[in-house]
């Protein structure tokens, strides 16, 4: 049973994923995005990873699919222009499926040495404390730097968000701030 469930939470996982990039919706594309967090979330769960899987749940789908939802809204998604995929951007996608195949066919025609885990009995109490304790330590520094990267994104989709004033309205705004 704990198979089965790992194999459909898994696809879940990567079908949602692919919708994701294929999907011509932004809208639609921020959606399968939810499913694919909530089935990484269900994946975790099954490795008794409690924590990252609410972490999963709240972090990701609920706070950072809001942002993204948020842009797409501000940007207005469907005024912008299809653009047309040079022989470049093909090239370098197979390439990079390509590789992708590779990776994982290398990993599951080994002899599990990479896959096998040790099983560790830890305290279900000490998973927040460590990992807490791990995030505000020893990551501190890309946790601070991932949140400046998140707030310099939001402010440059706020600068290009921004439309001039048309010249009726500019000009009564600026007879008021005289």
Do not use: C, H, W
């Amino acid at each position: 049973m704990i198979d089965f469930l790992f194999y459909l939470f898994a696809v879940l996982t990567v079908v949602a994923a692919l919708l994701v990039v294929l999907s011509s919706n932004a809208v639609n594309s921020a959606m399968f995005m939810i499913v694919s967090f909530v089935g990484t979330a269900s994946l975790f769960v099954m490795l008794q990873a409690y924590f990252l899987a609410i972490l999963q749940v709240l972090v990701y789908a609920g706070a950072i699919i809001v942002l993204f939802l948020f842009i797409i809204m501000l940007l207005d998604v469907d005024r912008v222009e299809k653009r047309k995929s040079s022989k470049l951007s093909l090239v370098l996608s197979v390439l990079g499926l390509a590789l992708l195949v590779g990776g994982v066919l290398t990993l599951f025609s080994g002899d599990g040495g990479f896959l096998a885990v040790a099983q560790v009995e830890t305290p279900a109490a000490s998973y927040s404390r460590n990992f807490g304790y791990e995030l505000f330590t020893r990551y501190l520094l890309p946790v601070q730097v991932a949140g400046f990267l998140l707030l310099i994104a939001m402010i440059g989709v706020i600068k290009l968000s921004k439309r001039p004033l048309s010249p009726p309205l500019a000009e009564s705004v600026r007879a008021e701030s005289e």
